[in-house]
């Protein structure tokens, strides 16, 4: 069974994440949001996995405690907007194309 996978050494907590599970945009937005609060490398493994390196400097105790949960629950958070997002692309498509051919439409 896949899943992220969580190790540490004495200056970096890895992170290995399927590519299979979660798209490189999810990981890549979850990653975003926490630049400001810890220092992060990403970097593709292999062919089946990314790989995040977060410093353990940049970590309080209270965030290496939490950062398996949080970092997780953000992680399926970004990859299901991700799937809306694509999934509801024809629809936003279709409202914007109607709400422009109305007004075009009206001066005929």
């Not at 907590?13 to 990653?31: F, G, M």
Request: aromatic fraction near 12%; charged fraction near 30%; charge should be negative.
């Amino acid at each position: 069974m896949e899943q992220i996978v969580f190790k540490e050494d004495d200056k970096f907590v890895y992170i290995s994440i399927p590519q299979r599970l979660y798209s490189k945009e999810a990981v890549l937005n979850c990653l975003y949001w926490k630049l400001n609060e810890l220092k992060i490398r990403f970097s593709f493994y292999s062919e089946k996995e990314f790989q995040v390196s977060i410093d353990l400097k940049s970590l309080s105790l209270q965030q290496k405690e939490n950062l398996k949960d949080t970092f997780s629950n953000d992680l399926l958070d970004y990859e299901l907007r991700e799937i809306v997002h694509r999934e509801t692309k024809n629809i936003r498509e279709l409202i914007i194309a109607k709400a422009f051919a109305n007004g075009a439409l009206d001066d005929l």
